[in-house]
């Protein structure tokens, strides 16, 4: 009898462990933040390490430009549409730390200080966001928050900041790299104050080690798998490839409150066509990305602003089920994804990977989508981009045929009636 208590007991403490280690693998980071992915603007790959104010003053690492680009954030219609969130990233600071041992901007580039410029950028209705790294230095060689984890939440915190970019480098050991990750997500918590934590962690570890995505979606908002974006066609498809690649294991993980980060928008630059800018926008919906902007508001397109401000992508985007989309299938160089949305609604993708030659039609049948239930028993179909267009109604047995031009992406949003 005892012994089949004991028993008893022994197999309720493991359904016990198994039902925490699931309730474990469903948890995001809760910190109530990035409940769909995080939209706003990082200044890394259109302006990089600028600090020679005196030389360029337009494009330098500084206050001014931070107001600048909060003031045409406000003002030209990015905030509404949701680009909320205004970051620095490296080179902000000054060389060394303070007397007392806090980080400090450079005094000639943020005379006012960042408790002031985020004064600022509240006032406009916005957050700011600021960059630190795991290690000794940061990637540009500025002082990095190993050893100060506590101290630079505090002083974030106290300076009123809503976003941590903590990057990967200088750090000594992959030990150190995850427990400096795990730490500075609990010295943020501490501060009580909602600071969205965006990490680099599975990118840095990724050479030797595969990463955990359980523990990481436990301690960070969003996190980086692969390589700087570049303002260029050839790093977009490397990112997607590598989505694409390695979507069995990342797919899943993603939902609110945790995301998988490809990298900055660069709509609105130099390196993109028309074609390949509308599929940045499209991908990056797809795959439920956060949304942050790398650009020059002060002198964008037309163009690029109705793309970037194009409210049915963003929609989908920050569709509220949060569920990741992915490719179904690759077939004579095109490619079709598609995203579960909230609504019995799915938005399709399908991106013409051919460099040669002109528009090229891709037919497919409706009941490949959603595992045959995206279009059941009839659906309605509406083309979002490259621009907007009504498809009409379906049923599950219908076949559609888009034209797609060269490297660019045509995306529908299908719901089933
Ligand atoms: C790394 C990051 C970039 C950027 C730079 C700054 O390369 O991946 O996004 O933050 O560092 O030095």
């Known amino acids: 009898m005892a012994a089949m208590a004991a028993a008893g007991r022994r197999a309720l403490g493991r359904w016990a462990l198994a039902l925490a280690a699931l309730a ?60 909320e969130y205004l970051c620095i990233d490296d080179c902000w600071m000054a060389p060394t730390r303070d007397k007392r041992g806090r980080l400090q901007p450079d005094p000639e580039r943020f005379p006012s200080g960042i408790r002031k410029l985020a004064d600022y950028v509240h006032s406009k209705g916005l957050k700011l966001g600021i960059y630190s790294d795991v290690g000794n230095k940061t990637c540009a060689g500025f002082p990095g928050s190993y050893n100060h984890y506590e101290l630079d939440a505090q002083t974030f915190a106290s300076w009123g900041v809503d976003l941590l970019k903590f990057d990967g480098c200088n750090s000594d050991t992959l030990e150190l790299l995850a427990e400096g990750y795990r730490n ?17 962690w599975p990118f840095y570890l990724r050479p030797v080690q595969q990463p955990n995505y359980t523990e990481i979606k436990q301690y960070c908002n969003h996190w980086r798998n692969f390589y700087d974006v570049y303002d260029s066609w050839s790093s977009i498809k490397s990112i997607l490839d590598w989505t694409a690649i390695h979507q069995d294991s990342i797919v899943k993980i993603a939902g609110p409150g945790g995301w998988n980060d490809p990298d900055m928008l660069v709509i609105g630059n130099f390196g993109l066509s028309w074609d390949q800018a509308v599929t940045q926008m499209a991908m990056w919906a797809i795959m439920a990305a956060p949304l942050f902007m790398s650009n020059d508001l002060r002198d964008i397109s037309p163009q690029a602003k109705w793309l970037l401000q194009n409210k049915e992508v963003i929609a989908i985007n920050q569709d509220p089920l949060g569920k990741q989309g992915y490719r179904i299938t690759k077939d004579k160089n095109f490619e079709l994804w598609e995203r579960p949305l909230s609504g019995s609604a799915h938005a399709v993708a399908v991106l013409n990977r051919q460099e040669i030659g002109g528009p090229r039609n891709f037919t497919f049948s409706l009941t490949f989508l959603g595992n045959g239930l995206a279009c059941n028993p009839t659906c309605s179909v509406q083309q979002v981009l490259p621009t907007s267009r009504d498809w009409g109604f379906h049923s599950w047995v219908s076949s559609l045929s888009v034209e797609v031009n060269p490297t660019g992406t045509v995306l529908l949003k299908v719901v089933a009636l």
Request: glycine share 8%.
């Open 24 to 83: 474990a693998a469903a948890a995001a980071l809760d910190n109530g933040v990035a409940r769909t992915p995080p939209m706003g603007w990082l200044h890394w790959e259109r302006f990089l390490c600028g600090t020679d104010c005196a030389a360029d003053p337009r494009h330098c690492v500084s206050e001014q430009l931070f107001r600048d680009m909060a003031d045409l954030m406000a003002s030209e219609g990015w905030k509404d549409v949701g680009y």
């Open 184 to 200: 500075m997500s609990l010295a943020l918590n501490k501060t009580g104050r909602s600071i969205v934590y965006s990490c680099e």
